[in-house]
């Protein structure tokens, strides 16, 4: 059995003025000598542009998560949550007075907050958890402090007093690592992605 590398097939030329027959003198060579280079190389200077733009941004993307403090972190696993959580409960009322969104809040979104029931200053363990954060109006949460009371009544109608003591009870401390908080956004954001695919 011969050990000798195969001779390369004979191509056409890309150019297409050009479509001479050669055989390529390196892997990826598609035109037949330097002068149809020289002709086909504007036509891929936007293509090699872009791939060394994307190539940038990914380098950038990468030198920005690298330099995140875990408090950026936290606010972008925060805000998945509560985007998922505005999305589950779209045809639910507020948790706390029962209000509903009208045509324009439903394209606006901007009378809709994700509240929690314990508080992430009192319960910071329970920050990400969707038994204790639910659709809740501006009102309510940010002008009535989250109007409490009437959440409690609600809160035990929508999940069962059980598991309003279960919220209610003690919890370990806990200190989520950045690890941690990347792998809740990734999987809350995908969570979003589902009900929205299943919403179209």
């Known amino acids: 059995m011969s050990l000798t ?28 000598s330097p002068a149809c280079a020289m002709i086909d190389a504007p036509k891929n200077q936007e293509k090699a542009r872009k791939a060394i733009h994307q190539r940038e941004r990914r380098e950038i ?8 403090s875990r408090a950026e972190h936290l606010r972008e696993a925060q805000a998945a949550v509560n985007e998922f959580v505005r999305l589950r409960d779209a045809d ?24 929690h029931y314990r508080s992430v200053g009192a319960c910071p363990e329970l920050r990400f958890e969707p038994l204790n954060i639910h659709r809740q109006c501006v009102k309510c949460n940010r002008n009535l402090s989250g109007n409490a009371v009437e959440y409690r009544i609600r809160l035990v109608q929508r999940i069962g007093a059980e ?20 792998a809740i956004k990734a999987e809350y954001r995908s969570k979003t992605r589902e009900l929205k695919g299943r919403a179209a």
């Not at 507020?94 to 969104?101: A, L, Q, R």
């Not at 324009?104 to 809709?112: E, I, K, P, Q, V």
Request: charged letters at 30%; hydrophobic letters at 35%.
């Open 92 to 115: 639910l009322p507020c948790i706390s007075c029962d209000s509903m969104p009208n045509d324009n809040d439903l394209m606006t979104g901007s009378r809709w907050d994700a509240g």
């Open 163 to 182: 598991t309003v003591a279960w919220l209610e009870g003690p919890h370990p401390a806990r200190k989520f690592t950045v690890e941690e908080i990347k």
């Open 5 to 32: 590398a195969r001779k390369p097939r004979p191509k056409k030329c890309r150019v297409e003025t050009c479509g001479a027959a050669f055989v390529p003198a390196r892997l990826g060579q598609a035109v037949c």
């Open 61 to 68: 993307k990468v030198r920005k998560e690298k330099l995140k």
